[in-house]
Structures are given as structure tokens and as C-alpha cells.
């Protein structure tokens, strides 16, 4: 699903709560800014904060109207990478010119670098979002797509086009990469949106909104809020697990009226957000459930043995991020409580 832009705003306004432990009041220092549309930040392994920049964009004829017309979204090359010395307040871009998508003129709800994250060596790894049809990306998807069947629901996320002069030519977008940051070279470990093009584990909309990261041991462990889905890559790129986030059930649930639901039980779709590694070695991830994102339905998830998720937490709102504190307690971001 997916509505990739209630994803970014929740990351802006967004409010963090501890499950176990009452909010206290908090104190807030500014350590970086003038950044570039930022969306994940990650402590290296060298002590410095690492700040994801989607970019804003680009002023290029590589442009697409988003699904309701109302807006257009073009790429450029403005993606960036900062490093942030948290001794000296030093901030340093240590990768630019990276694919980046927004609105424009707005540029606004950017989608380019997502996240990064490090191995138990150091090593660094790229995650980039997308946020739409996987076909639309470059020429090599747009080829490959030709003849998918679409479900009705297409239409919400982004039809395919059907000018090839009008891709957005951003291919390294929705993939995953392992990062040299003394070089800027990229390694392509995996790609996203071609495994949503071929398989479209959920079996609804063809989407790809690779989410956050979270590495443990040997592999990479994804969730992609566009598929509905996560991913369990190894960091030599062979794929060891992909499964869709198990919907929910539920009743008298209210929408817009411009947007009618079935009567009687209505299956809602789980759109997997934040991923992390939990204090007993198991993955765990939230959901920020799927439209008409009703309150109370949000759940948090634990990967068991089996590889098969179980629900671990529930009865939250539109959760966008789930880590753990130094007690271990979870601790997960809403959009409200």
C-alpha cells in the first residue's frame, strides 16, 4: 500500500513513547542542520551519526503526475549522505549525487538514500526507497513489466506509463548496496523493485517503499513499506527469506466517505515501517497498518525461529520506528498515541 507520503510526514511529527515506561520531559540540543530532505539517521560503527538525505529531487524533463493528478514528481541526482562528528558538531556530505525523487516545485516528500547501516566489521550498507509502480523506474523494469496483469487497486499507487521517454530514469533507487565511505563506491547487493515486479508477495497493488534496515550477523533484514513485506538478504546478496506482513482482520472500522469500505469484516493491510534487532537476538518490526488506518490496530512484530513473524506487541496507532532501550523495554514512534 501505501500512500508513500504519510510515511514521510510521520517521520516529521512523529512523537516517541516507551511502552513500559512513562514519557518525561525532554531536552533537545540541535547537533546538525541545513540538511537535505533527511529521513533515517544511524550511529557508526567509528562513533559519528550518519544522516540519510532523500534529496529534493531535480529540475529535469524526468518527470511523472502522481496517481491523483494533482502533483509532479521528477528525479534528479540530489540524494547526499552526512556525517556528523558528534565531538566537534563538524558535519561533512561523504556521498552526493545520488537519485532522488520529490514533488515539484515543492520538493517535497523526497525519496533517494532511506537509511544506512553497519555490519559487526564496520562495513557499511545503502538502503533507497522508491515509493510507486516498479515498471516506472528505469528502462530495464519498464521492459520487464510489460503484460503484468494489474489489480484494481493499482491505481492508487501509479499506473505503469506508457511513454519510455518518460521514466524517471533513477535506477538505483529500491535496492540495497554495500557502501565504501572512503570512496563513495556503490556494490548492488539487491533490487526491490524488480523482486516486487516479479513476485508482488502480497498479491495487491505492484509497489516498492524500501522502509529501514537492520542488520544481524551475516544478513540484512528489510522492511519494505510499499510491498507489504519483509526481507531477509544476505550481505553477499543471496536472498534467504521474503515474507508479506500478515494482514488484520477487523469491524466497524470508519473511512471518508470518497473512499467506501466493504461492509462487514474488512481485511486491513500491514504495512511494515521501522526494523530492528531486539535484545534477545530476534527481529523485530511494526506495522503502520494499512488505510483507513483506523486507531489501535498498529502491532509490533517478533521474527521466531521459523523465520515466520509473530505478534509481539498490539493495540497501537500508525507506528512508524520500534528499537529497544538499555533496559531493554521497547520502545516505538506513532503518529499518535
Known sequence: MKLKQVSHTLLTFGAVFASAIPASAANFTTIADGLNNPVGITLGS?????????????????????????????????????????????????????????????????????????????????????????????????????????????????????????????????????LNLETQELTEIFDFAEYELLNNLDGADYNSYPFAIAIKDDSAYVADAGANAIYNIGLDGELLDAFAAPTLLVENVEAPPAFPLPDGPFELQSVPTGITVGPDNAVYYAELTGFPFPEGEARIFRINEAGEPEVYLDGFTQLIDVAFDRQGQPVCAPICR
Open 46 to 178: 567509528d562513533g559519528s551519526l550518519y544522516v540519510a538525505e532523500t534529496g529534493t529531487g531535480g529540475n529535469t524533463d524526468r518527470c511523472q503526475t502522481s496517481p491523483f493528478g494533482t502533483v509532479t514528481i521528477c528525479a534528479g541526482q540530489s540524494g547526499s549522505l552526512t556525517k556528523v562528528d558528534l565531538a566537534s558538531g563538524t558535519q561533512t556530505q561523504v556521498l552526493t549525487n545520488f537519485d532522488s525523487t520529490a514533488y515539484q516545485p515543492s520538493q517535497e516528500q523526497g525519496s533517494g538514500i532511506q537509511e544506512i547501516a553497519f555490519d559487526s566489521e564496520g562495513n557499511a550498507y545503502l538502503l533507497s526507497g522508491y515509493g510507486g509502480y516498479p515498471g516506472n523506474r528505469d528502462a530495464d523494469l519498464f521492459e520487464l513489466g510489460q503484460g503484468i496483469e494489474l489489480p484494481p487497486e493499482q491505481n492508487i499507487v501509479g499506473l505503469p506509463i506508457e511513454d519510455p521517454e518518460r521514466l524517471l530514469d533513477a535506477p538505483n533507487l529500491a535496492k540495497l548496496f554495500r
